[in-house]
């Protein structure tokens, strides 16, 4: 491959996308595409499959029908296993253990970006103070921040954050909006559910809708 396709190509790509449940599908068929260096909103009511979406994505679920490639390549989960990083409605968290101990396991599963330790993506996520605290006795939204320290920690290219704003202060929400720039700047790629408003990136991102 020449280097301009290289460039060229989407980092994923749904066609015709469709998925079911007992036989009804919950949506599609969808297409979308996504590159390197985007950030996309992914839009639906409550109940349009969006949080579906990002599972299948994150190889929680299988796809029914149309495809998927991860760049240019159909896409199997088992081979991208640390390309792509899920944050659900569940954070992920083993309660009994401490952010510090939750990010060290995650790290040795998947390794960490260059540069980056536990401790200082835990200070830089606002969380000093708390690293060795069991994660149950954390606030929902020192919670939440120790699950967004893994975005900080772990080499992924693609996030899929399905409300990273809930319950989240400002300081907070301002945070993930600041680790999606940063991330679209370094060339990784995210899809966001929110209900609130959202505003990363310089101007308008990229929209997703699961119905047409
Ligand atoms: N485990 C499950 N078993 C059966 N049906 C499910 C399950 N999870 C979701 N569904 C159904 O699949 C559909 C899509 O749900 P999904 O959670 O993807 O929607 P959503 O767009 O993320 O909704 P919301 O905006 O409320 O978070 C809904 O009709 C829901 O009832």
Redesign the pocket.
Known sequence: MTASAAVAQPLLEARALTFY??DEP??GPLDFCLREGEIALVE????????????ILAGLLHIDEGSLDWRGQPWRRIEHLGDTLFLG?HLGLKSDLSARENLAVAAGLYGARDGRTVEGVLANIGLAGYEDEPVRRLSAGQKKRAALARLLLLPATLWLL??PYANLDRTGIELVNRLLAQHAAEGGAALV?S?GAVSFLNGEPKRIR?HA
């Open positions: 449940r007992q919950v949506f639906g009511d409550n109940g349009s499959g969006k949080t579906t979406l990002l599972r409605h399905d409300e559910t209900h699961m």
